[in-house]
């Protein structure tokens, strides 16, 4: 049976207090266009994970790449169109329209098959993974995979949803350029600003704190506060230990931010 959901609220920003003044992160670069060029990395997928010692892997269309300081290498692991990294170190993704994972004889095992080509995956609470993406023509849907057991649908929308990231057991997601979060058989629209809005979100489960990213920002909110943390980078947000990594595929560029304490 599909949940109806209504939103709770229709306001900019819902709650927050004015921009904070912006404490000046400390940038390191990890992809750059020279590096992917000299190491040979094609067009970059959308998508990039941190495996849980901290490396940091990309994609393009024939293979995946971990990439560091030291340059970018190849992994034989080759046919994801999403992927990420669960807290065992198991590497999750998509191909085709089936949910994959790697096995330890280094090859692609199917799980189950998606509802249709496209999905996307991300990390959530614990061992708890996120699929979002296409499920019908015109349909967006997200769900929660436990342990690689069978998928339990959270909503269902006529709408795009663009990203998806989990605070704690609460679960967040963009979708039309606005910020929700999932509340039992509700929505709550947690933050919206004018244009083509928001494009991804992620979460520091320690601090509580939201980062935020459009086509040119990228924004934290935290203790009810909106701070600016990048003027110079935006893309796909992921946040780590090690600090906020933030991803443009089209321009090559993969960035981490520290944020002084």
């Known amino acids: 049976m599909r949940r109806r959901f209504r939103h709770t609220a229709l306001v900019l920003l819902l709650g927050l207090a004015p921009l904070a003044a912006a404490e000046t992160p400390v940038l390191q670069l990890i992809l750059t266009p020279k590096i992917a060029s000299a190491a040979g990395i094609g067009s970059l997928i959308n998508c990039f994970s941190i495996t849980p010692d901290g490396v940091v892997v990309v994609g393009d269309k024939s293979h995946l790449w971990a990439v560091g300081a030291a340059g970018a290498l190849p992994l034989k692991i080759s046919g994801l169109t999403s992927f990420t990294f669960m807290p065992g170190g198991i590497l999750l993704g998509v ?48 769900y929660l995979v436990h342990e690689g057991r069978q998928a339990t649908k959270i909503l269902s929308l006529a709408a795009t949803i663009t990203d998806v990231a989990a605070l704690n057991t609460t679960l967040l997601f963009i979708s039309n350029g606005a910020l929700y979060e999932v509340l039992g058989h509700h929505l709550r629209l947690m933050a919206a600003e004018p244009g083509s809005g928001f494009t991804s979100v992620t979460t520091d489960p320690t601090t509580g704190a939201i980062y935020l990213a ?22 796909l947000l992921r946040w780590t230990q090690g600090g906020l990594i933030i991803f443009d595929n089209r321009g090559g560029t993969l960035v981490r931010l520290r944020t002084p304490l």
């Open 95 to 142: 191909a085709g329209n089936n949910l994959v994972y790697l096995d330890t004889d280094g090859t692609l095992k199917t799980l189950f098959a998606l509802p249709e080509p496209g999905m996307n995956v991300t990390q959530g609470q614990g061992n708890t993974l996120i699929l979002f993406g296409p499920e019908a023509p015109g349909r967006d849907g997200l």
């Open 214 to 235: 459009d086509a040119s920002h990228v924004v934290e909110i935290k203790h009810g506060k909106i701070i600016p943390i990048s003027n110079n980078f935006s893309g």
